[in-house]
């Protein structure tokens, strides 16, 4: 996984995961975006160099490759499957066990990766709390370069590690000179049919005992290589997949939704300012033509609702009242329904309707209520019930 424009990529190689701490001191290599190493060192997590992707190299002991057919599943299913394929070649408890697998062949046949899910998980915390961006975690036996037809064999510390070829590799014990691993020898009788022509040696190898002993002709590497292997198996799957976003493929999106926002709220305020200064200049003209009608109004607050009340003293001073009005609207009510006083509990006026609520026992039965709703009916008036509450308005029969 290369590094993105142009950066520089962290691979780190990490001790076993059960010895993993942060005062452990790791090897790490930079490379640049055609993944040549251009810088090796060796520090605790804490002090390695910051701002680069983080490729972890998992130490090979800490995983096991199995190859093996996979079952016709897929998703969930054939996850739940990978558990009981490699049971049998887990020694711990599979309980623990964390496997991926990679890519199938033609025949149904994959390489799956066994990881300790506790580890694992505690590596990834470890990882997160000094700021790594990780973007993969590959088996180390995977890390090495290999030829059609050669295999390579790479020293560790205190073991080594052998890729057959593609997804496969296994972790062998560490390299005496005088003779090979026996996992060495039992990789050549199981593999056969990958049975390599050469065998690359990273590490102390007496190549003629060595060739001897495999039957194979075995060579030292003299220089470190100059490129990092591509990732070619990644275990960072199923709940230990990272969520990766580009940022910058989201720029343009991000930039056009906050153009249409500060548009959108633009316009919004604009206009709400036309709206306002619409409503202003409507109340402006409303207190001119009522200035001009009623000069001697000192305030206007409500000029409508003033202006009403200032048309309807009129009409009473000149005795030409509205029928709709209070007073003539509740004399001509009290001359028409001829109702007892005590049989009023209360007099409103709103909506230029008159609201009479009368004592309940005044109007108990249908029949005195049609009687009254009649007689005012009869006067000019719309009546109408709700219980005891009888609201009476201009506009009836006549």
Same mark, same amino acid.
């Given at each position: 996984?290369?590094? $993105?424009?142009?950066?520089?990529?962290?691979?780190?190689? =990490?001790? *076993?995961?059960?010895?993993?701490?942060? /005062?452990?001191?790791?090897?790490?290599?930079?490379?640049?975006?055609?993944r040549r190493i251009i810088r090796r060192? $060796?520090?605790?997590?804490?002090?390695?160099?910051?701002?680069? !992707?983080?490729?972890?190299?998992?130490?090979?002991p800490d995983v096991l490759l199995i190859d093996a057919r996979l079952p016709r599943l897929s998703g969930t299913r054939l996850r739940a499957a990978l558990a009981g394929i490699v049971e049998p070649a887990v020694l711990g408890d599979i309980e623990r066990a964390f496997v991926v697998t990679g890519q199938s062949d033609a025949e149904g046949r994959a390489v799956l990766a066994v990881v300790d899910r506790v580890l694992f998980k505690r590596t990834m915390e470890l990882c997160a709390r000094v700021g790594m961006e990780i973007v993969s975690a590959t088996p180390e036996p995977l890390t090495l370069a290999i030829r059609p037809g050669v295999w390579r064999l790479r020293a560790a510390e205190n073991y080594s590690c052998l890729r #057959?070829?593609?997804?496969?590799?296994?972790?062998?014990?560490?390299l005496e000179p005088a003779e090979p691993p026996a996992e060495l020898q039992l990789a050549l009788s199981r593999h056969s049919e990958r049975r390599p022509n050469l065998i690359e040696v990273d590490g102390p190898c007496d190549t003629a005992a060595w060739s001897e002993a495999?039957?194979?002709?075995? +060579?030292? #590497?003299?220089?470190?290589?100059?490129?990092?292997?591509?990732? @070619?198996?990644?275990? =960072? !799957?199923?709940?230990? @997949?990272?969520?990766?976003? /580009?940022?910058?493929?989201?720029?343009?999106?991000?930039?056009?939704?906050a153009?249409?926002?500060?548009?959108?709220?633009?316009?919004?305020?604009?206009?709400?300012?036309?709206?306002?200064?619409?409503?202003?200049? &409507?109340?402006? *003209?409303?207190?001119?033509v009522f200035r001009q009608a009623f000069p001697d109004v000192s305030a206007i607050l409500d000029p409508m609702l003033q202006a009403k009340r200032a048309l309807a003293d009129l009409r009473t001073?000149?005795? &030409? @009242?509205?029928?709709?009005?209070?007073?003539?609207?509740?004399?001509?009510?009290?001359? +028409?329904? !001829?109702?007892?006083?005590? @049989? #009023?509990?209360?007099?409103?006026?709103? /909506?230029?309707? =008159?609201?009479?609520?009368?004592?309940?026992?005044?109007? /108990?039965?249908? !029949? %005195?209520?049609?009687?009254?709703?009649?007689?005012? +009916?009869?006067?000019?008036?719309?009546?109408?019930?709700?219980?005891?509450?009888? &609201?009476?308005?201009?506009?009836? %029969?006549?």
């Open positions: 996984m290369a590094a $993105r424009g142009g950066l520089t990529t962290l691979r780190l190689h =990490l001790c *076993q995961l059960a010895e993993l701490a942060a /005062d452990s001191e790791l090897n790490y290599e930079l490379l640049d975006a055609r060192g $060796r520090d605790v997590p804490a002090a390695l160099p910051k701002g680069h !992707q983080t490729e972890l190299v998992i130490a090979g #057959i070829g593609g997804d496969l590799g296994i972790s062998c014990s560490r495999l039957g194979i002709a075995v +060579t030292v #590497i003299k220089q470190e290589d100059l490129y990092a292997v591509p990732v @070619a198996y990644d275990l =960072l !799957q199923y709940e230990f @997949a990272i969520r990766m976003v /580009d940022w910058r493929a989201w720029q343009l999106p991000a930039m056009l939704a153009a249409l926002a500060v548009t959108l709220l633009t316009g919004l305020n604009v206009e709400a300012w036309l709206m306002a200064r619409e409503a202003q200049q &409507t109340r402006e *003209q409303m207190n001119a001073g000149a005795g &030409t @009242a509205n029928s709709s009005d209070f007073v003539p609207l509740a004399t001509k009510f009290a001359e +028409t329904a !001829q109702v007892a006083s005590d @049989a #009023i509990r209360g007099l409103e006026y709103r /909506d230029r309707s =008159l609201v009479v609520r009368l004592e309940p026992r005044s109007v /108990d039965t249908p !029949q %005195k209520r049609e009687v009254l709703v009649e007689r005012l +009916t009869r006067a000019g008036f719309n009546a109408r019930f709700l219980e005891s509450t009888l &609201t009476v308005r201009v506009g009836g %029969k006549s």
